[in-house]
């Protein structure tokens, strides 16, 4: 079966149409079996090819120049940081009634973390802030504006407006204040970095409770560092969530803003998923109850 649609102008893509490409594209590996792979991304559609290699194919126009730059870019940052990313093998070309380029990735085994169920919290978060830091050192030079670059203010139009539609889901007072109080925190005054921009628990892979990987790299670009903090409320909770803290030595303005962004991308993305995409829709909740509690106890004095 294909994957369930999410977007009005999404392609059919199914794994008939994956082995038609590979045999006139790539028949060297046409004979490979082709076995879709349950993905929570919202952009490509994954499978499984053989025992060692993926398809990522864009399920909507949007995604094309993502997953470009993805495959420009990542070969680059593969050598700098402590943990795997996505390898490119291979560039498919439209073909079949299929639209847009597509491409071959090396497999990276692992699965997504569960909220509530990551075997070694303390240590996954040392892990994420070793990423995160290592990542924000790689010289950003030849990189596009990322998907979410800042600043916060940038988002209030469409932040407030999700508030709005989520009136009688989530408790729109106490997201306005916090959104507010992010929103009065600092600006990040210094140069831009190479961010992920979207560090959410779908596009991480863990092993035994660690980190293994980070994929989708989609919003990559450069930005403010801010943005890759989403984390600490996206899978963190509790002490994890503070040894993240540490281990990157933040500061308090910084920390804030990154509560911001996870809050705003999460309360943009309920209401487009609530019906399209079950474990987009439970994360976003989630981290809006998060953001609302870690907000409800924070004394004022340190913004």
């Known amino acids: 079966m294909p994957p369930a649609k999410m977007h009005a102008d999404e392609a059919d893509i199914d794994a008939a149409l994956v082995r038609r490409l590979l045999a006139a594209q790539f028949p060297r590996w046409a004979s490979l079996t082709v076995t879709p792979v349950e993905s929570n ?20 126009a949007g ?13 680059r940052l593969a050598e700098r940081v402590p943990f795997a990313v996505p390898a490119p093998l291979g560039k498919g070309e439209p073909g079949d009634g299929y639209p847009w380029p597509w491409y071959v990735y090396r497999w990276l085994d692992g699965a997504n973390p569960v909220i509530g169920g990551v075997a070694e919290p303390k240590l996954l978060a040392a892990d994420l802030a070793r990423f995160v830091t290592a990542l924000h050192r790689v010289e950003p030079t030849g990189l596009p504006t990322a998907y979410r670059p800042g600043p916060l203010a940038a988002r209030d ?32 005054a210094g140069p ?19 980190l ?29 969530r503070e040894e993240f803290r540490a281990a990157l030595d933040v500061d308090d303005a910084t920390w804030a803003r990154g509560r911001g962004w996870a809050l705003s991308i999460a309360l943009i993305e309920l209401p487009y998923y609530r019906t399209r995409n079950e474990t987009i829709a439970r994360t976003a909740r989630h981290v809006i109850e998060e953001v609302l509690a870690d907000h409800a106890v924070e004394k004022p004095e340190k913004l």
């Open 41 to 60: 991304g919202t952009v490509n559609a994954i499978y499984r090819i053989g025992d060692d290699m993926a398809v990522r194919l864009p399920r909507v």
């Open 63 to 75: 995604g094309v120049d993502d997953v470009r730059t993805e495959v420009e870019h990542l070969p």
């Open 157 to 188: 139009r469409d932040t407030r407006d999700a508030i709005a539609r989520l009136d009688g889901v989530i408790d729109t007072g106490a997201a306005a204040a916090a959104w507010e109080t992010a929103l009065r925190a600092p600006e990040w």
């Open 192 to 210: 831009p970095v190479w961010v992920h921009a979207d560090l959410q628990p779908g596009n991480l892979l863990t092993a035994g409770g660690r």
């Open 212 to 240: 293994s990987a980070v994929i989708d790299f989609g919003c990559m670009g450069i930005g403010e560092p801010a943005v890759d903090l989403i984390t600490a409320w996206s899978l963190l909770t509790g002490e994890a």
